[in-house]
T-cell receptor, first 114, second 109 residues
Framework: DAGVIQSPRHEVTEMGQEVTLRCKPI?????LFWYRQTMMRGLELLIY????????DSGMPEDRFSAKMPNASFSTLKIQPSEPRDSAVYFC????????????FGPGTRLLVL | GQSLEQPSEVTAVEGAIVQINCTYQ??????LSWYQQHDGGAPTFLSY????GLEETGRFSSFLSRSDSYGYLLLQELQMKDSASYFC??????????FGKGTTLSVSS
């Protein structure tokens, strides 16, 4: 199994630009999660999906952030417009139904907004 | 809401035993998980407790007391490769894991 796949692995952009992060969950997993990690705030849950449907987006910081999951094998997290305070590592994770304790994380996207 | 508290840093020497504590406040608690994250890497699952007591997985053990809203991760026979951040996380049934801020473990020779 290839595990959770994220792209790009690194992204450097300028303030005001649109950023799109991509995630392919593990095949057969029903849940997909987006987390953001910073030194100050730790690992924060942004949004999660169950069977492609967004369940809880209360962690999305602002309207500048949006996430979609058009099918079971693909999700995007978009930031438009980006700001320097959005600089962080963004992780995607997935898990199967009934295994709430075990989330499999992708390698992360390291985002730097200048 | 929910909150988790764990020490920010712990240091130890090779071969020693280290305990990382975690206290939590949450509703609808189902279990406590532990994850390890090496510098520059992704969090990976270590252990899970749904019931009170000790779970052992090789050199690592995890304990839970639901009545005290408390758990710990015990690492034995420490090795240099155990230097990493360790996160406790609460699982609310049917939802995502909510993570603590993490404990950075530094193992020296």
């Amino acid at each position: 199994d290839a595990g959770v796949i994220q792209s790009p692995r690194h992204e450097v952009t300028e303030m005001g630009q649109e950023v799109t992060l991509r995630c392919k969950p593990i095949s057969g997993h029903d849940y997909l999660f987006w987390y953001r990690q910073t030194m100050m705030r730790g690992l924060e849950l942004l949004i999660y999906f169950n069977n492609n449907v967004p369940i809880d987006d209360s962690g999305m910081p602002e309207d500048r952030f949006s996430a979609k999951m058009p099918n079971a094998s693909f999700s995007t997290l978009k930031i438009q417009p980006s700001e320097p305070r959005d600089s962080a590592v963004y992780f995607c994770a997935s898990r199967s139904r009934g295994r709430e304790e075990t989330q499999y994380f992708g390698p992360g996207t390291r985002l730097l907004v200048l | 809401g929910q909150s988790l508290e764990q020490p920010s840093e712990v240091t130890a020497v090779e071969g020693a035993i280290v305990q990382i504590n975690c206290t939590y406040q949450t509703s609808g608690f189902y279990g406590l998980s532990w994850y390890q994250q090496h510098d520059g890497g992704a969090p990976t699952f270590l252990s899970y407790n749904a019931l009170d007591g000790l779970e052992e997985t090789g050199r690592f053990s995890s304990f839970l007391s639901r009545s005290d809203s408390y758990g710990y991760l015990l690492l034995q026979e420490l090795q240099m490769k155990d230097s990493a951040s360790y996160f406790c996380a609460v699982n609310q049934a049917g939802t995502a894991l909510i993570f603590g801020k993490g404990t950075t473990l530094s193992v020296s020779s």
